[in-house]
């Protein structure tokens, strides 16, 4: 662990500097304003321990957000909302930090991003590959995952095994056996957890669901006319239709419903989406059914947590959990 000596080594500094410093007496000893972000940048990249008040009372502080640059499962809007919510609960404003990255890419991008720009980071990894790569990272990095179970950070999950196979008790009792399920990426390839989820509650309820109930698309309304318009050449339709999010499922409806597919007359339609859709997914034509994630919910408990992290009042992995819902239509009900 580093000490205050390495710190003065690495910010070529005296060891009583570093102390002013850190001890938050920077203006008073007369410290140069640069000296002093030098020591801060210097304490961040050792990963020294910065917790005492006065300094946390005349820094900004600064969290990072790792967002998949393609997503759509999450609204970047809602995202933002958490966080204002979060800041009024707990009265405190900080910078957020926004890094878009590739997926398949989180990893180095993180690595891009010296840990003296920020001082703690969310990271949002949709893909098992990503996360992955994200569990090898420094343990001593204050990161904290979006909706995601990790064994080495700070994480808060949502658990939507409950409501999928509520679903598919659902499906197995209407006697549904063609079933589509939409993806706005290769999730196969990119190890989706949700995907792999789905296709293991299904599993598990006697379905096997292969490479034929499954098509992969752009993660846009286009991307779902495109999944519409192969709808519209199977051979065979069709009975339950499954979307990722409900970008494909918006994209889709009108182009079916204007060649006469219509849900839910021809098949049924399940789409995941947050519950913050609720209220646009019940006045929707069809309304869908909604396997529902707390995104806003999940906003906050991860800047609550990252907050923590930044300030140095949080010493081990810390881990929240919060459930799903199922909203359903009353067409898809038993």
């Not at 205050?4 to 410093?21: E, N, P, Q």
């Not at 994200?134 to 700070?154: H, I, K, T, Y």
């Not at 049924?268 to 019940?282: I, Q």
């Amino acid at each position: 662990m580093a000490v205050m000596k390495d710190v003065a080594k690495l910010a070529g500094v005296s060891i009583s500097t570093v102390s002013f410093v850190l001890n938050g007496m920077a203006e008073e000893r007369k410290v140069a304003p640069e000296t002093a972000k030098r020591v801060m940048r210097a304490a961040r990249d050792l990963g020294y321990q910065v917790n005492l008040p006065n300094v946390q009372r005349q820094r900004q502080l600064s969290i990072a957000l790792f967002f998949p640059a393609d997503s759509v499962m999450v609204d970047m809007g809602i995202i933002t909302s958490g966080i204002n919510a979060h800041m009024k609960k707990y009265g405190r404003q900080y910078n957020v930090l926004l890094c878009l990255y590739e997926r398949g890419n989180l990893s180095g991008r993180i690595r891009q991003l010296s840990p003296s720009e920020y001082h703690a980071a969310v990271i949002m990894a949709e893909a098992d590959t990503d996360l992955e790569e994200f569990e090898q990272l420094p343990s001593n990095l204050p990161l904290v995952l979006f909706n995601g179970a990790s064994a080495r950070f700070c994480s808060v999950s949502c658990e939507l095994l409950p409501s999928m196979e509520k679903a598919v008790r659902i499906v197995s009792a209407k006697g549904y056996r063609r079933i589509l399920v939409i993806a706005g990426t290769d999730g196969k390839k990119q190890k989706d957890s949700t995907l792999k989820q789905l296709f293991q509650s299904f599993g598990s309820f006697g379905f096997d669901l292969t490479d034929k109930n499954y098509f992969f698309t752009e993660n846009t309304l286009q991307g779902g006319a495109i999944a519409a318009r192969h709808i519209l050449n199977m051979r065979e339709k069709p009975e339950l239709v499954i979307t990722l999010n409900t970008t494909l499922a918006f994209g889709a409806i009108p182009l079916l419903a204007r060649n006469r597919f219509i849900f839910t007359r021809d098949a049924e339609l399940l789409s995941f989406g947050g519950v913050e859709d609720t209220l646009h997914v019940a006045n929707y034509i069809p309304s869908l059914s909604l396997i529902a994630v707390p995104t806003e919910e999940i906003a906050m408990e991860c800047f609550s947590i990252a907050l923590q992290l930044a300030e140095g009042s949080l010493s081990g992995p810390l881990h929240y959990t919060c459930p799903s819902s199922l909203l359903l239509n009353e067409s898809f009900t038993i």
